[in-house]
Every structure is written in structure tokens, then in C-alpha cells.
């Protein structure tokens, strides 16, 4: 109910909404720690109200106490509940986090007599950049579970297998250790495919001396984490090496610029130039970080354009790369936590190009 409380304060604080409507999947996890819920509607003083479909309708009423709990029925409609409680409840200007141009339609018609709607997303993406002690206390849960994962990928990657031989492996450890999922479809790229920043994961048996990059991800109470490592299946060429050392000293050079109020777009700078200096500058092809919660691409947004000033309490990810086509790739990553006193890795494990 806090993070209700936050959100009202942002939100009503000047008048110009009394409402506000969520549907997003991601921000009703937020607000209600549910996964069932199809919407939630805040107004100014009532008890907020969470709509659920029958199926969802037990569990709701036994971990949403503090909400108007609302079944949605198989013969009723969603919006047209929704928008008989907007007028039950005087709102006059509706915020929305996020909604479909059909289903803005249907309701902006339902309440056209009565109410006014916005969208108003980045209210509630600015409450989420900054996470609070239990979602960093779940974040710290999924990055160990990560970094367990991580540690496997280098027992088990070897010559031979297949890259999904090896994912299999590394999902199951995180598993077992504790995580409730992956935080999204396991990487393991080899070879040329390593050249590709989100290469997949296929039947390729890896070969001696490939380039192999590991992204992997687990989940904790709905919040994720993301981590890549770079691996030679076998001894490491000297321009892996070289390579790689370039990627890590990025990777540093980074870290180092990272601090509370500092802008998104100089860290990625930091990152680009000594890859850049290096000769590579044309093959570090997507943005040094992202955000990470709920969902695994959340702002705040590391990259050249970014507008984003950087704030304790974000969690993102540091992963500057360098991509040969047909040679291969390397990626290093791991997500961080910006404190007060400056950034700490939420993620950990070993620094290696091999196990060799």
C-alpha cells in the first residue's frame, strides 16, 4: 500500500487527476504484489479496487486484502466495470499507465459524459526506477541465482555440446537453487552466432576454440536480474584475449563513472571511448545498459541519447560489447546497484575468457 501512497502523492498532488488506472502487467505486480490482476483503479481516498477474472478470483481475495476485490465475470465486460466504478467514484480526470487504442476507445466512450483520460505512464516508471529495500532485497536473491547459473555455464561449457545441451544445464541450476524462472530466453551463441548481440540459443554444436556468449537471467519474487559472460570453448586465440581485455576495461572505465546525478549518456561514454580507442568503436552496436525489475528492459536507458540523470536506488545493467561478423563476439554484463556512496554489483562471478 506504500507504493499506492507514492503513487497518489505524485499524482494528485496538483489536481490535475483524481484517478488513476492501471493496466499495465509489470506495474500491477508493483502495486499489488498479485500477477492476476487485469487492472487496478486508485482513486484519492477510497480503497483502491483490483479486477480479476474468476480464475484468478480466490487467490486475489487471499493476498489482496487491502483491495476492493472485483470479479470479473465471464458475462460481464471489464471496462464497462471499470468505468461504472469511475462514475461511482465522482473521478473527473482518469490517468492511465498504459492502454490499447481499442480498449482507449471503448472506455473514453463509456465515461465520455463524466470523465477525461490521459495517459500517464512515466508516473509510475519514475516510482519503479527507484527501488526500495524489499525490491532490492529480491534483486540481491536473483543475482546470486544468476551467478550460480554463470558458475555452471563455465563447469559445463566444453566442446561438443550443443549450445541448448548447456542452457539446460544452467537453467536447471538456477532452478534448483531457488529461482522461479528465467528472467528471459537463455543466450548461448557460439561461434559466429557470438557476433549477433542477441544470438539465441540453437542446436550448434560448439567447437574447440569457439567464442561463446552466456546471457543469462533468474527470477526471485517476480524481480530479475542479467548477467553475460564470455567463454572460450577451449585455450583463447590472442585476439580473444586482446579483444576481451578491451570489453573489461570498458566494462571498468564504466563503473567508475557511475555515481548519483550523473547523466545516463556520460557513462555509456565512458565505455564507448575505450572501445573506441581500441578500433572498435563501430562494433559496439547497442546501448552500454538498461534498467532492471520487474521486467528485464526497464529504464532507466545507458546509452549515447539518453536523457536519464542516474539516482540511488537504480538498478541496471553495465554490458559494453564488441562484434566481428563471421568472427565472433564479447559481451561482459552485470547488474548493479547504484547506492549513495556509489555502485555496487549485484552480480558476481569469475572474469574469465576460459576455464583452462
Known amino acids: 500500500m506504500d507504493r499506492v501512497a507514492s503513487l497518489r502523492r505524485v499524482a494528485f498532488k496538483d489536481g490535475e487527476f483524481d484517478g488513476f488506472l492501471i493496466f499495465n502487467h509489470a506495474n500491477l505486480i508493483y502495486f499489488t504484489g498479485f500477477s492476476g490482476a487485469a487492472a487496478l483503479l486508485i482513486s484519492k481516498e477510497s480503497k483502491p479496487t483490483i479486477y480479476v477474472y474468476n480464475v484468478n478470483y480466490q487467490q486475489a481475495k487471499a493476498e489482496g486484502k487491502q483491495f476492493i476485490v472485483t470479479l470479473v465475470r465471464r458475462s460481464s465486460d471489464l471496462l464497462t466495470l471499470i468505468a461504472e466504478q469511475v462514475k461511482a467514484l465522482k ?73 541448448y545441451e548447456v542452457a539446460a544445464e544452467i537453467e536447471y541450476a538456477m532452478r534448483k537453487s531457488g529461482s522461479y524462472g528465467t528472467a528471459f530466453e537463455t543466450i548461448v551463441a557460439s561461434g559466429p552466432y557470438s557476433a549477433f548481440p542477441h544470438g539465441g540459443c540453437s542446436d550448434r554444436e560448439i567447437r574447440k576454440g569457439d567464442l561463446v556468449v552466456v546471457d543469462i537471467g533468474a527470477t526471485y519474487k517476480h524481480y530479475r536480474s542479467d548477467m553475460t ?24 572505465k564504466a563503473l567508475e563513472a557511475v555515481n548519483p546525478n550523473v547523466k545516463a549518456k556520460v557513462v555509456d561514454a565512458a565505455a564507448r571511448k575505450v572501445i573506441k580507442d581500441a578500433g572498435y568503436g563501430q562494433n559496439f552496436v547497442h546501448n552500454l545498459g538498461h534498467g532492471v525489475g520487474l521486467e528485464v528492459h ?46 555496487q554489483k549485484l552480480t558476481n562471478g569469475p572474469y574469465l575468457l576460459s576455464k583452462e
Open 91 to 163: 473521478i473527473k480526470n482518469l490517468a492511465l499507465d498504459a492502454v490499447s487504442i481499442e480498449s482507449w476507445q471503448v472506455l473514453a466512450k463509456k465515461v465520455r459524459d463524466t470523465t477525461k483520460l490521459k495517459v500517464q505512464g512515466s508516473l509510475v516508471s519514475a516510482l519503479r526506477k527507484v527501488k526500495d529495500s524489499q525490491e532490492i532485497e529480491f534483486m540481491r536473491k536473483a543475482a546470486a541465482l544468476t551467478s550460480e547459473g554463470m558458475r555452471v555455464a563455465y563447469e559445463t561449457l566444453a566442446p561438443g555440446m550443443k549450445e
Open 229 to 252: 559472460r564470455t567463454i572460450v570453448a577451449g585455450k583463447p586465440a590472442d585476439t580473444q584475449k586482446r579483444l576481451y581485455d578491451v570489453v573489461k576495461k570498458a566494462q571498468d
Open 298 to 343: 526497464e529504464p532507466p536507458v545507458l546509452g549515447p541519447y539518453s536523457k536519464e540523470v542516474l539516482a540511488a536506488g537504480n538498478v541496471f545493467t553495465v554490458e559494453p560489447g564488441i562484434y566481428l561478423v563471421d568472427y565472433g563476439g564479447i559481451r561482459i554484463e552485470d547488474t548493479v546497484l547504484l547506492q549513495k556512496d556509489g555502485v
